[in-house]
């Protein structure tokens, strides 16, 4: 699938004003797990108020107990502080990496920016090894930068 082909449904999504943020930030995860077959587990994390930590926002997949995730722990917890794009092509090789599930092979984390501020991030985890291209990044930048015009 070509992710860009996904834009304007990304776009269509962040302008139902009629829903709630966490609505559509649902949708927004829905859409991506149904039509990106190697998109296992899709989610938000958010900065918790003024601590410095992440809260799980929406998501689609199997459950986590990582709900909370102190700043600097794990591929979110690294993201929050170094406000850089992380690619994983393999979780085994991260000493920093925060288990989800045991079928989880590979992890993409994108900050999203509001205001120059790093408020939050997307999440996804891959059940395939290294399925994470540029293309991904690329598009996984534009989704974060169409969320960050819904939290302004």
């Given at each position: 699938m070509n992710l860009q082909n996904l834009?304007?449904?990304?776009?269509?999504?962040?302008?139902?004003?009629n829903l709630s943020v966490d609505d559509r930030l649902l949708k927004i995860c829905k859409l991506l797990d149904a039509n990106v077959d190697?998109?296992?587990?899709?989610?938000?994390?958010?900065?918790?108020?003024?601590?410095?930590?992440?809260?799980?926002?929406?998501y689609v997949g199997e459950?986590?107990?990582?709900?909370?995730?102190?700043?600097?722990?794990?591929?979110?917890?690294?993201?929050?502080?170094s406000n850089e794009n992380f690619v994983v092509p393999d979780v085994t090789a991260q000493d920093n990496y925060i288990a989800c599930s045991i079928t989880v092979k590979a992890e993409?984390?994108?900050?999203?920016?509001?205001?120059?501020?790093?408020?939050?991030?997307?999440?996804?985890?891959?059940?395939?090894?290294?399925?994470?291209?540029?293309?991904?990044?690329?598009?996984?930048e534009f989704v974060c930068k169409e969320v960050a015009k819904m939290l302004v």
């Open positions: 834009n304007s449904e990304i776009t269509q999504i962040v302008t139902q004003a190697y998109y296992n587990w899709v989610g938000f994390y958010f900065k918790n108020g003024d601590k410095n930590e992440l809260k799980l926002g929406p459950p986590t107990d990582h709900t909370i995730i102190p700043f600097g722990k794990g591929i979110c917890g690294q993201v929050a502080v993409i984390v994108i900050p999203i920016f509001v205001n120059g501020e790093n408020i939050g991030q997307i999440d996804i985890d891959s059940n395939t090894p290294d399925p994470f291209t540029e293309d991904d990044e690329r598009f996984l």
